[in-house]
């Protein structure tokens, strides 16, 4: 899960199911990198607001397949 900043960048990044420190680091990593955000969230009176965003990361080893 990562936080969108009011400015429409990427703020803190915490992982909620942690399977291997390395790992963690790279995704971390990787979605520290993404592109700014077109437009930050919302209240319903339109002012800017930080908001949450999960995205599921699935990490398989080549044993698993």
Known sequence: MFSIS????IGKVKIEKST???IDKYIIDAIR????FSK????A???PVTTWLTI???VKSKDSE
């Open 20 to 22: 291997n420190p390395a």
């Open 56 to 58: 599921p990361i699935t």
């Open 45 to 47: 009176n339109g002012d």
């Open 6 to 9: 009011t400015d429409c960048s």
């Open 40 to 43: 930050p969230g919302h209240y």
């Open 33 to 36: 990198k993404l592109p700014k």
